[in-house]
């Protein structure tokens, strides 16, 4: 099946900081999305982007689908941004399934 | 406002006891699915749905099932509950081209004593 590799595992960031995260996959999408899962346990839909860029204030994301990764921008990181970010997609041809990536633990410190 | 629920939200249950996991959407949405979260693993699929008396398995469904007898429900059966499902279980739902968004529920934890 298809991978989802995400880097950098782990991010610490002070207030204020811009950071990027990025997703790569193995094979072609017909979905890609990037989810935040904060302190809590929810997870919140960040973007749905299978190609393109998309901005919603302070985040913004980019996916090449033909170079098949895609890069979510925080600036100006506040503390409530810090938890796990997750990009998962569903493989081309596929099913409709998602494959999550492991995430990236972002901690941003005040 | 349509939305996806989940619950119970916490449930800690014995080992070899049948739990049932509820899940709920009012998005009219026709695939449905089950994922159960744990460190290191991250999520993985358990089972889902392309609609009512579809099912189908996904990587780790030993020890699970399910049943859609309607558009909105997709409970998620634990036959004997062991250990190794001590898990954060997660239900998500889709439309019908599946090309859209995937909203997620809350979550249920889980602790299997």
């Known amino acids: 099946g298809i991978q989802v590799e995400q880097s950098p595992p782990d991010l610490i960031l002070q207030e204020g900081a811009n950071s990027t995260l990025r997703c790569n996959f193995s094979?072609?999408?017909?979905?890609l999305q990037w989810f935040h899962q904060n302190p809590w346990g929810q997870l919140i839909n960040l973007f749905y982007i299978p190609s393109g860029t998309k901005q919603n204030g302070r985040l913004s994301a980019t996916t090449v689908a033909t170079e098949r990764y895609s890069l979510l921008y925080i600036s100006s990181s506040q503390t409530t941004d810090s938890g796990v970010y997750f990009c998962a997609v569903v493989g081309g041809g596929s099913n409709y399934k998602l494959t999550f990536g492991k995430g990236t633990l972002l901690t941003v410190n005040p | 406002d349509a939305e996806i629920t989940q619950s119970p939200r916490h449930k800690i249950t014995e080992t070899g006891r049948q739990v049932t996991l509820a899940c709920h959407q009012t998005?009219?949405?026709?695939?449905m699915f089950w994922y159960r979260q744990d460190l290191g693993h991250g999520l993985r699929l358990i089972h889902y749905?392309?609609?009512?008396?579809?099912?189908n398995k996904g990587e780790v469904s030993d020890g699970y099932s399910v049943s859609r007898s309607n558009t909105e429900d997709l409970p998620l059966t634990l036959e004997s509950a062991a250990s190794s499902q001590t898990s954060v279980y997660f239900c998500?739902?889709?439309?019908?081209?599946?090309?859209?968004?995937?909203?997620f529920g809350p979550g249920t934890r889980l602790l299997v004593l």
């Open positions: 998500a739902s889709s439309d019908q081209t599946g090309l859209e968004t995937q909203y």
């Open positions: 749905s392309y609609g009512v008396h579809d099912t």
């Open positions: 998005w009219n949405h026709n695939n």
């Open positions: 094979d072609s999408v017909n979905n």
